[in-house]
């Protein structure tokens, strides 16, 4: 499967556990993009990079949400000291600069739970 | 504010029938719209997006900048239509807002 890899597809923590989340592009895409998604919403932006740089973060990514992408190829989305509300599906998505910058390609999640 | 607005969670139409998606946006600046589409146990796909001003799959959609409109249309649904339909809008060169999304059911 040459599409955009997310691990794990799972992950249940207790509250105040930190958690790690990775994402493998699409391997010539240079744009890297995290969701959230919770029940019967659509996906909110959380954060964005062109190669390593990450040049972009919503609001809603809050001082315990750490993201990274070193050398431009994979990323990680850390939580610390997790809260019942970042029970959610985090998307990780790529695309390609340029003419296609907009077209984004999804990988299939991490569904957190926070018990 | 930018922001995408998906009026009906649910929408159930007969196979056969015209289905119309409706989604309103608030931008600005010059929009670029798209239809994301998740089938069941799919993984979130673009569907169309109103630059190219393409038919997939027999859906439409235009961009209607008076009304600030982007619905999807399809003259006849079929039963693998069935899927979540988000809308979304491209601000910023790289930032793309969505909508909550409407379920679409087509029955037999």
Known sequence: D????????HKITKRGQNVTFRCDPISEHNRLYWYRQTLGQGPEFL????????????????????????????????????????????????????????????????????? | AQRVTQPEKLLSVFKGAPVEL???????????????????RQRLQLLLRHISRESIKGFTADLNKGETSFHLKKPFAQEEDSAMYYCALGTGGFKTIFGAGTRLFVKA
């Open chain 2, 22 to 40: 409706k989604c309103n946006y608030s931008y600005s600046g010059s929009p670029e719209l798209f239809w994301y589409v998740q089938y069941s």
């Open chain 1, 47 to 115: 954060t964005y990079f062109q190669n390593e740089a990450q040049l972009e973060k919503s609001r809603l990514l809050s001082d315990r949400f750490s993201a990274e992408r070193p050398k431009g190829s994979f990323s990680t989305l850390e939580i610390q000291r997790t809260e019942q509300g970042d029970s959610a599906m985090y998307l990780c998505a790529s695309s390609l600069s340029g003419t296609g910058g907009y077209k984004l390609f999804f990988g299939s999640g991490t569904q957190l739970s926070v018990l």
């Open chain 1, 2 to 9: 040459t599409g955009v890899s997310q691990n794990p597809r």
